[in-house]
């Protein structure tokens, strides 16, 4: 079975911190994708990478960075931490081809007090 | 640009009736069309994909799904509902971006069965 873990399932930090969150994989995806979901608004990408070293913006890049320095490893950064980036946050990967599917962390909530 | 609309976001059933969930795309390709579904407090789970094969699609737990192009639709079924099915379902486009693939998910639709 293809296993994607992420680092934390619940996180607390204050306005201005540089926050890490991190995503694993165990199955060779090339594709790894990092989501935020918030109610009535579905999931939104905010980043994906189909190499190591590549990444691209999704809908909602804005406050936030990436990383993917292994294969198996895809790195989401919140620089400075915001109230309105309070949210749950989901890893995926998958294999190269359009009509894989993703397969999902069980996601990091994450609150900016 | 391609985007997805869940036309309903919450639906009400009783146990044993037919379930509706409705979803409208655009895709400035043939797309490929998932429908996932999110129980309380678990991830997302894969319940079927479209990837211009048969327009029928048959997925787990009963569910199945039509695609169909001239309505740029592909609506969620299932003959008859049950308890466990209450959770939110998502349903998504994918298309190819440079050398990767996007997702783009619908708002959900919250299903709830009552007894």
């Known amino acids: 079975d293809v296993k994607v873990t992420q680092s934390s399932r619940y996180l607390v930090k204050r306005t201005g911190e540089k926050v890490f969150l991190e995503c694993v994989q165990d199955?060779?995806?090339?594709?790894m994708f990092w989501y935020r979901q918030d109610p009535g608004l579905g999931l939104r990408l905010i980043y994906f990478?189909?190499?190591?070293?590549?990444?691209e913006k999704g809908d909602i890049p804005e406050g936030y960075s990436v990383s993917r320095e292994k294969k198996e490893r895809f790195s989401l950064i919140l620089e400075s931490a915001s109230t309105n980036q309070t949210s749950m946050y989901l890893c995926?990967?998958?294999?190269?081809?359009?009509?894989?599917?993703?397969?999902f962390g069980p996601g990091t909530r994450l609150t900016v007090l | 640009a391609q985007s997805v609309t869940q036309l309903d976001s919450h639906v009400s059933v009783s146990e044993g009736t037919p379930v509706l969930l409705r979803c409208n795309y655009s895709s400035s390709y043939s797309p490929s069309l998932f429908w996932y579904v999110q129980h309380p407090n678990k991830g997302l789970q894969l319940l079927l994909k479209y990837t211009s094969a048969a327009t029928l699609v048959k997925g787990i737990n009963g569910f199945e799904a039509e695609f169909k192009k001239s309505e740029t639709s592909f609506h969620l079924t299932k003959p008859s509902a049950h308890m466990s099915d209450a959770a939110e379902y998502f349903c998504v486009v994918s298309e190819r971006v440079n050398a990767g693939n996007m997702l783009t998910f619908g708002g959900g639709t919250r299903l709830m069965v009552k007894p």
């Open positions: 995926a990967s998958s294999l190269l081809e359009v009509h894989n599917e993703q397969f």
């Open positions: 199955m060779d995806h090339e594709n």
């Open positions: 990478s189909y190499d190591v070293k590549m990444k």
